[in-house]
């Protein structure tokens, strides 16, 4: 871990208790995020790319146990109770949502709910905390933000909604943002636009970001680095530019075949992955993708391929794949 | 808000009207009278009687004497307590129900609000258990068991209490109100408890946890109001139920209150006094439902532009 590394994560796991046994959502990831940095975790629905998310922020569900270490500077975010990581959330590490319909309350006015978070975190007062809050609207670009504060959820759209997300999520200055699919509830027509001014803003207060997303779009507008998540595990982690490039592991290779691009618009259909995404269940003995794996080999499904790193293919990165030789051959 | 109250105020009297009209035909529909008694009258007597109190008239003339007299505040004198008008009726038993019925309320939503918020932060543990065994007591056992239980246990066993009646003070007022709250109690914090659970699965509730606010702003601040909403619609025609009296509180405790007339009046054919009580209680449900729209409208933001 250097110096400048803001969280690491060793061994994470998320299992959660069912009636009928245990399923295992997130199953031993290692990831590390310096400082100011966008890292971008990708997957499919279930691959438990969200629950990464809750379970550093204690958010798990009543039935949910995350295992591990996330190390924020230092502290281990899984270790603390809810009284020191509520000294953490909201102030230091904060979360902007999937849903903006329905991450506002409803019944409060939208300059009080921005304002909370210093008023609780930094002592301010009431009408200093509202000032705040209206100069933040301001930033994420509200139209005549003094008045807007003084609105109610309902009466904003969803794209702004999301504005008033970010604002509340970046005005303590935190130092990691956790993004959750920020913008797949929104119209396609201001998705980017709500992307560039988390980002950019993000930048202006050095705030590292992890952005859950199933849009390899999105991750290459924004991110510098990728994870990319199966089964609850790392396939694969590299550069930005390089996975999309030189993308090593299968999945990888078959989640970049199933995106559209537009130098390949008249391909007459897109690549698609065998089979159906894994969701839940129990302890996986070999790889999770194996059985959907059309390179598979009989390791695959008795022996948990390690997650390393193979800096011979080039920058930093890591993979989990017994198909990919450990060392330059 | 005022041209809303004064549009609420306007439907509620049309719904009134209708109220009355219905029940004065109704009532009047349904077999014998005030004074067809078991007890042999001579039909001349019978027929001064009637003519003495307008039943001898065409009903639809009667009834334009009722609309005429509602019109001047008068509801006409009891048939069955000669001397007394219905106006003097209500408004001798009216306080004594109002008073405990007040109490009762009053007493039952913080109680039942507070057991059912202590239930849903803490599910399953000790608290929820208990409150949801009181729950099952207070809706299965009814009055006319828990109150002469409650009357042996406090009143004639330990003497801290009167048995009943209303000259003890606060004293007479216990056991009552407890007897009449209780049911509601069991109510409340059912309720209560269930929209609190489901209201911290809400988004929102989440988005106030992520924010490190910690858990009592969050319930004060954040999942309160949500699940509060269902409660105060609850409330509002339960308080117009409760005030207006108990014939099984007002009989167990020897109370003086107008519970006892609703049954006897319609018993006993007191066509005058029957109309009178329905009048009371159909306005205050009236009333109280439109005092729970200002306080949901109050409470939400979406309900203000609605009306």
């Not at chain 1, 796991?13 to 971008?40: N, Q, S």
């Not at chain 1, 560039?196 to 290459?220: F, K, S, Y």
């Not at chain 2, 406090?154 to 801290?160: D, E, M, P, Y």
């Not at chain 2, 490190?212 to 509060?228: C, Q, S, W």
Request: proline share 5%; aromatic share 6%; net charge positive.
């Amino acid at each position: 871990m250097t110096a400048e590394t803001l969280l690491s994560l060793r061994g994470l796991t998320v299992r959660f208790r069912l009636p009928h046994g245990e399923t295992v959502a997130v199953d031993g990831i290692d990831l590390d995020l310096a400082a100011g940095e966008v890292l971008g975790i990708v997957g499919e629905s279930g691959s438990g790319k969200s629950q990464v998310l809750y379970s550093l922020m204690g958010l798990l569900a009543a039935n949910g146990r995350a295992g591990g270490q996330a190390l924020f500077e230092g502290v281990d975010l899984l270790s603390l109770s809810r009284r020191q990581l509520d000294t953490l959330r909201g102030q230091h590490i904060s979360m902007i949502f999937q849903d903006p319909m329905t991450s506002l309350n409803p019944y409060r006015r939208v300059g009080d709910q921005i304002a909370e978070g210093l008023i609780v975190h930094e002592g301010l007062s009431r009408s200093a905390a509202q000032a705040e809050a209206v100069r933040m609207l301001d930033r994420v670009r509200i139209p005549d933000a003094s008045n807007r504060a003084r609105r109610f959820p309902h009466e904003f759209s969803g794209g702004m909604r999301q504005r008033v997300m970010i604002a509340m999520a970046l005005l303590t200055r935190p130092k990691l943002l956790l993004a959750d699919e920020p913008t797949t509830a929104l119209d396609v027509t201001i998705q980017a636009q709500v992307l560039d001014l988390m980002a950019e803003l993000a930048r202006e207060t050095g705030t590292a970001i992890i952005l859950v997303t199933h849009d390899l779009g999105v991750v290459a507008r924004l991110c510098g680095r990728v994870a990319v998540l199966y089964g609850g595990r790392v396939m694969e982690e590299a550069g930005a530019q390089a996975l999309f490039s030189t993308p090593a592991h299968p999945y990888t290779r078959g989640l970049l075949d199933a995106m559209p691009r537009l130098e390949q618009a008249l391909t007459p259909r897109l690549g698609t992955i065998p089979g159906t995404p894994r969701s839940g269940g129990g302890d996986v003995i070999g790889c999770p993708f194996a059985p959907r794996c059309t390179e598979r080999i009989a390791r695959c499904t008795t022996e948990r391929p390690a997650f390393l790193e193979r800096s011979h293919l080039g920058g930093t990165r890591s993979a989990a794949c017994h198909l990919i030789p450990e060392v330059a051959e | 808000m005022l041209r809303f109250v004064g549009k609420r105020l306007w439907n509620g009297s049309l719904t009134l009207f209708a109220l009355v009209t219905l029940t004065f035909f109704v009532m009047r529909l349904a077999p014998g009278g005030p004074f067809s008694r078991n007890r042999k009258i001579s039909p001349e007597v019978q027929a001064n009687i009637e003519a003495a109190f307008h039943l001898d008239e065409p009903i639809w003339q009667q009834f334009g004497r009722f609309v005429w007299g509602l019109l001047h505040l008068d509801l006409g004198p009891s048939t069955r307590f000669r001397d007394y008008s219905v106006g003097d009726i209500i408004a001798s038993g009216l306080p004594y129900s109002l008073t405990i019925g007040a109490w009762a309320v009053l007493l039952a939503a913080f109680v039942g609000i507070a057991l059912g918020i202590a239930g849903a932060m803490r599910r399953n543990g000790f608290t929820d258990y208990a409150a949801g065994t009181v729950g099952v007591i207070g809706i299965a056992i009814p009055i006319f068991v828990i109150g002469p239980v409650l009357q042996v246990i406090f009143a004639v066993k330990l003497q801290w209490l009167p048995v009943g009646s209303w000259n003890d003070g606060w004293r007479s007022l216990v056991l009552p109100v407890v007897v009449l709250a209780l049911p509601n109690i069991a109510y409340i914090s059912r309720l209560t408890r269930a929209s609190m659970i489901e209201t911290m699965r809400e988004n929102y509730v989440r988005t106030a946890v992520a924010k490190g606010i910690g858990p009592t702003r969050t319930l004060m601040g954040h999942t309160l109001e949500g699940a509060l909403i269902p409660v105060i619609a609850y409330l509002g025609p339960a308080t117009a139920a409760i005030i207006t009296g108990s014939i099984l509180i007002e009989t167990i405790f020897a109370l003086p209150g107008i519970g006892r007339h609703f049954v006897d009046a319609a018993l006993n054919r007191d066509y005058p006094l029957v109309m009178g009580i329905t009048l009371l209680y159909g306005a205050l449900l009236i009333l109280f439902n439109i005092v729970t729209d200002l306080i949901r409208a109050w409470i939400d933001p979406r309900l203000r532009n609605a009306h």
